[in-house]
């Protein structure tokens, strides 16, 4: 899969990086391509394109850094697509170099080790429009209790992650 690792700086937080989020939902729906998205049971949310398909890395990693580099020339408001320090502050690194052979994130459902322990969450793209429409960073944020009970109530929302078979188009 190729995955975008939303972290913002602050003072721009989950609501920005909401924005961001339905901005790649939609530019991936136009190359034809699903997404599913989490939080990161911290401060930011990760955008998932599943693939299950033969490819790696030396494929994704330069198609996530074209498309990071898209939105930082169509968002610079409020997007940044390089890490260095002095240029994240109120914007959204969009952190394509997770597309690499020894990078990771956050696993779906892991638990956070803070005072508040905070589960990064599958959620519903109405979920992510709903905190950027409200403005609301808590409709992103959950407890291990409030994901027990999400998961019997709506299932695995990011089974998709592991279903959609797709393959990335030539750019």
Not at 110 to 119: D, F, I, K, M, Y
């Amino acid at each position: 899969m190729m995955v975008f690792d939303l972290d913002p700086g602050a003072p721009a937080g989950l609501v920005e990086c909401c924005e961001v989020a339905l901005v790649l939902r939609g530019l991936f729906e136009q190359l034809g391509l699903r997404s599913v998205a989490k939080t990161s049971g911290s401060k930011g949310l990760q955008v998932y394109v599943p693939l299950n398909a033969p490819t790696d890395y030396r494929t994704t990693k330069p198609f996530s850094k074209r498309v990071a580099e898209l939105l930082e020339q169509r968002m610079s408001r409020i997007v940044v697509s390089r890490m260095t320090k002095r240029l994240r502050p109120g914007k959204v690194l969009v952190d394509w170099s997770q597309n690499d052979e020894h990078k990771t994130t956050v696993n779906v459902y892991s638990l956070r080790a803070r005072e508040r322990p905070t589960v990064s969450t599958p959620v519903s793209w109405a979920e992510v429009a709903a905190c950027h429409d409200r403005g609301d960073e808590t409709l992103m944020t959950f407890a291990y209790d409030e994901v027990l009970a999400r998961a019997d109530e709506q299932g695995d929302l990011f089974a998709l992650a592991l279903s959609a078979t797709q393959q990335l188009p030539n750019i």
